[in-house]
């Protein structure tokens, strides 16, 4: 009995941390979301706020495993990076297109979407 009780408080602890390391994120969302060095650079160069054609404010933030994309006041979403001109939302329905000058550097941007987005 003596040794059911001096492991009974590890099992107890053990089982605590499994139950929050599954509830934090799904695996899928532990995933990169961001490309290749090469193309990483690339679209680091292309962080920054835009302003669209409707008035709304889109913003683009590079991390180094994550891409963020915020459309007006909305908290950043994780994107997938499709390439260095190209952002994919998580739901495949909207997309961010760079256009860029010979430098590299972003001239301008599309947001594209296959529904209505308010």
């Known amino acids: 009995m003596k040794t059911w009780s001096t492991l009974r408080p590890l099992t107890l ?8 390391t599954l509830t934090t994120a799904p695996a ?3 995933e990169p979301t961001v490309p290749a060095v090469s193309e990483r650079l690339m679209l680091r160069q292309a962080q920054g706020e835009y302003l ?9 933030h590079v991390g180094m495993r994550r891409v963020g ?20 939302s998580p739901d495949g329905l909207r997309r961010v297109r760079f256009m860029r000058n010979a ?11 296959d529904r209505v987005v308010r």
């Open 69 to 88: 994309v915020a459309l007006d006041e909305s908290p950043l979403e994780d994107w997938k990076a499709a390439g260095h001109e190209l952002l994919v």
């Open 103 to 113: 430098d590299g550097s972003v001239s301008s941007i599309a947001f594209e979407t």
């Open 28 to 30: 899928s969302a532990q």
């Open 13 to 20: 602890s053990a089982a605590l941390l499994a139950t929050l």
């Open 52 to 60: 669209l054609e409707d008035g709304r404010t889109l913003k683009v």
